[in-house]
């Protein structure tokens, strides 16, 4: 028995088509909602700095919204017989073993990058000068020819490694969820994930290219007609209400997303299962 992509996006398409309006509530809460208290609640001048007790309350409470959220959801793609209730009852049980393995996973990710940071400051770069640039390329403080070119190679490497955890890693939170695991999830996944690599990589890519390219195109025209209609004076107020209609659209897919990792755990779990009992190796 072997799963297949396709039949997985069938069967991704069949829960969405007989549970999304069970999912939308929670879609709009984890990944709306933030949007729009932001519009609420933060500054919105553009002098003002969005980045104080507020700022911060909102993207922890947004963080832990979208978590919740994509756990209901997943719980909902997951098993047909799941209410809202217990999908909502479920994200909040699971949702701090899930923060904590994120944690985990973006402080090693962190570590991957400090190296390019400690690179740059064994080469004695400004790094005061690149911070005063401001994303100006013409103030950006010259850097020595080795430390260039290692960025390159060692940014290309972790690109590329990169994708291969992005794909071994994606049903990470599906197990958290499912098989009331940790840490141990992240060893779950990757087995769940073996042979799949090169399919997972080549969804993802494709994934986040269509939602690049909606995204853009949806805040790009709604963002130039509300600066239009609300005038110079309001375009900060102009490009948050793009960004929240960005973030229904975002919401969307995010929901697409994550009913489809639901629907792949369900079936790399149910081969393994399937190849436990016939005793056969994993491939």
Not at 117 to 125: C, T
Not at 173 to 182: D, F, H, Q
């Amino acid at each position: 028995m072997t799963v297949r992509i396709g039949t997985v996006w069938d069967s991704t398409q069949q829960v969405l088509a007989g549970r999304a309006g069970m999912m939308a509530p929670f879609a709009l809460i984890g990944f709306v909602l933030p949007g729009l208290l932001q519009i609420l609640l933060l500054p919105s001048s553009p002098g003002q700095s969005s980045m104080g007790p507020t700022g911060l309350g909102l993207m922890i409470l947004s963080m832990l919204l979208g978590i919740w959220a994509q756990l209901a959801i997943m719980a909902l793609a997951t098993h047909p017989a799941t209410t809202s209730g217990d999908a909502s009852r479920a994200g909040l049980r699971r949702m701090w073993p899930v923060l904590g393995v994120a944690l985990v996973v973006g402080f090693a990710f962190a570590l991957v990058l400090l190296v390019m940071i400690v690179v740059l400051g064994l080469s004695h770069f400004d790094f005061a000068a690149a911070m005063a640039a401001n994303g100006d390329p013409s103030k950006f403080p010259p850097m020595s020819g080795g430390a260039a070119l290692f960025l390159v190679l060692y940014g290309l490497t972790v690109m590329v490694a990169s994708l291969w955890i992005v794909a071994r890693l994606m049903l990470i939170y599906a197990v958290v969820l499912n098989e009331r695991r940790g840490l141990g999830a992240i060893r779950r996944s990757i087995a769940l994930t073996r042979g799949m690599t090169w399919r997972l990589i080549g969804v993802s890519l494709l994934f986040g290219i269509v939602l690049l390219v909606a995204m853009l195109a949806v805040q790009g025209v709604t963002g130039a007609a509300l600066r239009l209609a609300l005038g110079a004076d309001r375009a900060l107020t102009a490009v948050r209400l793009a960004a929240l209609l960005g973030s229904v659209v975002n919401a969307g897919f995010m929901t697409l997303a994550y009913v489809f990792v639901a629907r792949l755990y369900v079936a790399t779990a149910g081969e393994q299962a399937h190849r436990e009992e016939v005793g056969s190796p994993s491939l």
